[in-house]
């Protein structure tokens, strides 16, 4: 039955990513850990910054780039009179100038900073102008233009304030620069400034307190493999550590196919209302999981007015 082949591990573990990795460190390091392939992070955390990591396996990496595009917490730490070519503590320091702003300017400035803005990505960065990365072309000596781009920063919370230094809570979208942040911080104090330390504590629904290290994960693989001597693993095997895919849209209502019409589920085709165990009107004004008879995860659909239909957005079994 389709949604039951291949023996590989489907789901997304909650990673704590290290300082000294690279997000792609983290994947390949588990490839070997979990003899598997099929492998994706969610969004790229600097070598330096800590924490929340989401990784997918399998048929979940479908929902990486889902994953990618959602809000995330950060708690930082902003260097007051340092500025820096990287804007964190990795780069050459460009600029050291006295703090002499009080405590009250230091809150209001950083108050200034929330909401939707434009904001000019770092040059050490991943992102590429005209197919080369602005990371590499820093290293070149070379600095281009680079395009700003709307980010929304829904709140900032200072946690404590010991000037120079001041650790703040971020709730940004996608695509903010939390050394750039506090860049423009210090630029707009005067004084300038720069990241000092970055630990992400939650990517969509995936948070701090879940979150497990490799060295933790590996511990877990070899004792399931040690007991059942498998040497392929599923999900059902590590049900503590693999969360299943679906916990990305559990916001969402559900519903299941009858068993007669399984296979119109399997092989990917819109749906008709009365095929479902259950619906009710108020699904046509969202996504909507849906299941199989066995209440195997399928996909996420949405409904078709025009057609009087479910048409899928994102499959996440195997089809037949």
Known sequence: MAGSRGSMINGIINVYKEKGYTSHDVVAKLRGILKQKRIGHTGTLDPEAEGVLPVCLGRATRVCDMLTEKDKVYEAVLLLGKTTDT?????TVLEEKQVTCSS??????IAGFTGTQEQIPPMY???KVNGKKLCDLARAG?????KPREIT???IRVLKEELPEVQMQVHCSKGTYIRTLCHD??????CGGCMKSLLRTRVAEFELKDAVRLAEIEAQVQAVRGRESQKELTGADLPGLVKNTDCVFLQYPCSAVKGEFSRLLYNGNALKPEWLTEWHKEYQQTILRLYDENQLFAGIY???EKRKELKPVRIFMDLS
Not at 104 to 109: D, F, N, P, R, Y
């Open 87 to 91: 804007q964190d503590m990795t780069g």
């Open 104 to 109: 009250g300017e230091v809150l209001e400035a």
């Open 125 to 127: 960065s991943a992102l």
């Open 142 to 146: 070379i600095e281009v233009e680079r």
């Open 153 to 155: 920063v829904f709140s």
């Open 185 to 190: 911080i210090g630029q707009k104090l005067g």
């Open 302 to 304: 949405r409904w078709d």
